[in-house]
């Protein structure tokens, strides 16, 4: 059983920046794309940024591309989101979550992940 663990939320100001991390605690196997998602209140849960097994191709939501880097670390099991330029609407809690299908990750299956994290509270002030 696989179990993303998420660390880095907090409170920022607008304009300012915060770090994600999220590692993959019990056995892994390798083979799991990673991606971020969000879900602010009262809204559904929606797709932010994923990356690959091997960390040669990304994928980001249109409302984060130029603010948002996802990075990863195979050596660590780690997938970390570098989130510059926050505005108050970036408030919501962040998702980890881990699959093996790329589409499922990216085409936002919600239902369909095979592992999600407990989340990361980002609350960005004007």
């Known amino acids: 059983q696989v179990q993303p663990v998420e660390s880095g939320g907090g409170l920022v100001q607008a304009g300012g920046s915060l770090r994600l991390s999220c590692a993959a605690s019990g056995r892994t196997s390798g083979g799991y794309h990673m991606g971020w998602f969000r879900q602010a209140p009262g809204k559904e849960r929606e797709f932010v940024a994923a990356i690959t097994w091997s960390g040669t191709m990304t994928h980001y939501a249109d409302f984060v591309k130029g603010r948002f880097t996802i990075s990863r670390d195979n050596a660590k099991n780690t997938v970390d989101l570098q989130m510059n330029n926050l505005k108050p609407e970036d408030t919501a809690v962040y998702y980890c979550?881990?699959?093996?299908?790329?589409?499922?990750?990216?085409?936002?299956?919600?239902?369909?992940?095979?592992?999600w994290g407990k989340g990361t509270l980002v609350t960005v002030s004007s």
């Open positions: 979550a881990f699959d093996k299908i790329w589409a499922t990750l990216t085409g936002g299956s919600i239902g369909g992940m095979d592992y």
